[in-house]
C-alpha cells in the first residue's frame, strides 16, 4: 500500500490565470509533483527490502532519495493550498489575519522588509530550489530559508508556512528565463488565510522542540 497519495488541487487548472497558465499547473502538479509521489513510495519500498535483505550499504543513499522525494511532496502540497485566484496584497487584521501580519512585523521589520527578503530568496536559488517563510519553533519568530532543490540550509524543526516554488518546471513554459518576473507576480496569488493558519498550527509546537528535564 503506497504511504503518500497526490493530493488534489483546490482550484482547476485555470484558476491562477493570468499569473501562472492552466498549462503549467496541468504539468506541475499531475506529472512533476506526481512523479515525487511515486519516488517517495518507490524508495520506501527498497528501503523494506534493503533491511530485509540486511544490504545496509544501500541504506545511505536510499534515505538520501527519500527525503529528495518526500521533501519535494510536502513542499508541493503546501505550494497548491499557499495559494488562491483571489488572492495577493498583504495580510491585515480586517481580513482575519492580523496575528500573522504582527508576526511579520516583528520578525522582518515591515511587510516591505520580509517581501524583499523572501523575493530575493526565491529568485536567488542556485539551481533548483525554493524560497520559503517558515516558523522557527525555538523563539517563535519567523525566519526566511532557501531550500536547495528539495534539502539543506533550513533550521532544524522549523516549519514552512509561505513556499515560492524557484525551479524552472514551475514558470519556464510562460516567463521563459525570467524567474524574477514569476517571483513578483507569485505575490498576487499567495493565499493569506491559508498562511495564517500554518502560521497558527505551527505556533502550537514551540515549546517542543527543546525539551527540559522533567518536562
Known sequence: MALYTLPELPYDYAALAPVISPEIIELHHDKHHAAYVKGANDTVEQL????????????????????????GHILHSIYWQNMTGDGGGEPLAADGVGELADAITESFGSFAGFKAQLTKAAATTQGSGWGVLAFEPVTGRLIVEQVY??????????????????????????????KVDFIEAMWK???????????????????????????
Open 189 to 215: 496569488v499567495v493565499n493569506w488565510q491559508d498562511v495564517a493558519r500554518r502560521h497558527a498550527s505551527a505556533k502550537q509546537q514551540t515549546d517542543r522542540l527543546l525539551l527540559t528535564p522533567g518536562k
Open 48 to 71: 523494506d527490502e534493503a533491511r530485509d535483505k540486511e544490504q545496509w550499504g544501500a541504506i545511505n543513499g536510499l534515505q538520501k532519495n527519500l527525503a529528495f522525494h518526500l521533501s
Open 149 to 178: 532543490d528539495h534539502q539543506g540550509n533550513i533550521g532544524q524543526g522549523s516549519t514552512p508556512i509561505l513556499v515560492f516554488d524557484a525551479w524552472e518546471h514551475a514558470f519556464y513554459l510562460q516567463y521563459k528565463n525570467q
